[in-house]
């Protein structure tokens, strides 16, 4: 899987919406939480973004893409074991 991130601007477009509409949803847990990058600076996983959008192409209810937000936020904790080969609390995973 290949990472990205992805500045306001790129999600709010591939999401079809405007800013107002945009941080609605975030605040309605339609869209997942943005990543800190630095004081001032965040930005979205591109393919948590995808995820929604084929969400909503899919037909699937605010409920569902709700349900949806919080599988990808919980997922995010899986990553650097994906990435680096470590669990969460960094010791080594055993190849298998």
Known sequence: M???????????????????TFYEQLNAGLIT??????VHSVAWPKHEIQA???????GK???QIKELVK?????????PSIINGFQSNQQPVEAA
């Open 71 to 79: 599988q990808l936020v919980a997922d995010r904790a899986k990553l």
């Open 33 to 38: 939480p943005a990543v800190k990058l630095g």
């Open 2 to 20: 290949q990472l990205q991130l992805i500045k306001n601007t790129e999600a709010r477009s591939s999401l079809g919406v405007g800013n107002t």
């Open 61 to 63: 209810s605010d409920d």
């Open 52 to 58: 929604i959008v084929a969400a909503r192409i899919a």
